[in-house]
């Protein structure tokens, strides 16, 4: 397959990165937002709980929206892409982003801001699946796709660093809707990029089989209904929480049974199965579930607890910053070392240390917050890489495109999954607003609810490296080398 980075009807592959600078920038800009979004938002928690008189409940679904919608729409607007073209799904996605950003600036009541942030979050789930495809289609040349990748990656691991930082200093001068604003011109960016260094897909290759909308929307219910049930249970709406509960279930039931026997599903649930990718989804899974975790909780444990300024707070997440951008060159070196399957899973065990570290001592002093930032971010960047990898290398070479969107997807399912047990968690031992200026006798309880809550989630990422490794001793020795391993070195090592 050759492709240009200009539309037309016949397409010469770039030779060099730079041929593709606007198609790269684009798509380097939809990871951006991806990854900026809620890590940025995290910072500014507590100051949209004081001006909007939040609850914990309704502070938790200001983020948790987000990921829901994202992680519940991937897999449909991914097949979507498929059948009407990657470009084209990605423009409207892009288009939506910029008009949900800008809705930011007429919300007054959390409820409004909760509807922004589960619209911005159909805009992603809309963008993300085909960007990665979009940024392997620009080359034939094999070197260069693994470059393109990885310029795209690290734009989105740049957004997640820096934007707790960025947060802080921005609420320390202006008002907190700023920072969500701030996704209409980067979204404005990656339309135009995309829009004029990315080819229109060819009718010969996009698929031809229908998009099975009943598996989406019974995912799609089985995802939303698991969080919103822990949430109907602190508030004490039994029948509704029971309801919710059996529903979910349902769905689940009858996601499986429809894509066990649809035509053309939309998840071959036999692909999940595989050793190699179920292990590395359960990995990835519990990077996502520990890192937004942790970013939450302290986040909630600086302000609200120890009364830290936003700006003070945000200096105070930078060893996670100088971890996540300089341990990118240490994952290949490790990968090379230990192998591919034990890097994931030691990666994986290493958040779960790091999150332990901070539920037990986090109380202690700032030192031990330093800590587990350190460990989890040094865990979710290896696992970030050789999680994925792992993947992709346990799926057909016509199915690395599912492979991405379930990586995806289950980083912001765990991702969702975390801030709501976090926030299930406080609401019950503490209930009530969130302030950045809490009595000591809230503060201290907040503390004590924050220690429980972190011991909860460590529980959870633990089960989940636990079944990683177990689907990962089922995996066979290959007896063969395959094309599709040293790309995924290459990766690793640059990423």
Do not use: C
Not at 6 to 25: G, V
Not at 310 to 333: I, K
């Amino acid at each position: 397959m050759s492709v240009t980075t200009t539309p037309s009807t016949t397409r010469t592959a770039p030779r060099r990165l730079r041929d593709a600078w606007l198609a790269l920038a684009g798509l380097s800009a939809v990871f951006l937002f991806e990854m900026l979004d809620n890590s940025v938002l995290n910072v500014a928690l507590p100051t949209i709980a004081h001006d909007l008189r939040a609850s914990t409940t309704a502070l938790q679904w200001v983020s948790g929206a987000y990921s829901v919608a994202f992680g519940g729409l991937m897999l449909l607007f991914g097949a979507v892409a498929d059948r009407s073209g990657r470009r084209r799904t990605m423009l409207v996605g892009l288009t939506v982003l910029a008009v949900a950003s800008a809705l930011t600036l007429a919300v007054d009541s959390v409820g409004e801001l909760i509807a922004v942030r589960a619209l911005m979050g159909i805009a992603a789930a809309m963008t993300t699946p085909g960007s990665m495809a979009l940024a392997f289609r620009l080359f034939d040349d094999e070197d260069l796709r693994v470059r393109a990748l990885t310029v795209v990656s690290t734009a989105g691991l740049v957004g997640l660093a820096l934007g707790p930082t960025i947060g802080g200093f921005v609420l320390a001068v202006a008002p907190w809707q700023v920072l969500l604003v701030a996704d209409a011109p980067i979204a404005v960016i990656a339309l135009a990029g995309i829009r004029a260094g990315i080819a229109v897909d060819r009718p010969d290759e996009l698929h031809r089989a229908p998009v099975d909308v009943p598996g989406a929307v019974l995912g799609t219910l089985g995802v939303v209904g698991l969080l919103v049930t822990p949430t109907l249970v602190v508030d004490g709406s039994a029948w509704s929480a029971w309801s919710t509960g059996v529903g979910t279930v349902l769905a689940a039931a009858g996601f499986v049974i429809r894509e066990r026997t649809a035509r053309h599903p939309l998840l071959d649930l036999r692909l999940v199965g595989r050793p190699l990718v179920a292990s590395g989804l359960a990995y990835k899974a519990a990077a996502g579930l520990a890192t937004s975790a942790l970013s939450f909780m302290v986040t909630l444990q600086l302000q609200s607890a120890w009364g830290w300024p936003p700006a003070l707070a945000a200096v105070g997440t930078l060893p996670q910053v100088v971890v996540l951008l300089a341990g990118g060159r240490f994952v290949g070196p490790v990968v090379r070392r230990i192998g591919l399957g034990r890097a994931a899973w030691a990666s994986a065990a290493t958040v779960v240390v790091g999150l332990a570290v901070f539920s037990g001592l986090g109380r202690s002093g700032y030192p031990f917050v330093v800590v587990a930032l350190v460990l989890v971010a040094a865990g979710m960047r290896v696992a970030g890489a050789v999680a994925g990898a792992s993947v992709l290398s346990g799926l057909p070479e016509d199915r690395t495109s599912v492979g991405a969107a379930l990586v995806d997807t289950s980083s912001e399912i765990a991702t969702a999954v975390g801030v709501a047990v976090v926030g299930t968690v406080l609401a019950t031992l503490v209930g009530g607003a969130l302030t950045t200026h809490a009595d000591p006798a809230r503060a201290a309880a907040l503390g004590d609810a924050i220690a429980v809550a972190g011991v909860v989630v460590t529980g959870l990422a633990a089960v989940l490296v636990g079944l990683g490794l177990i689907g990962a001793r089922r995996t066979p020795t290959p007896t063969t080398t395959t094309t599709t391993t040293p790309p995924i070195t290459q990766e690793t090592d640059r990423v």
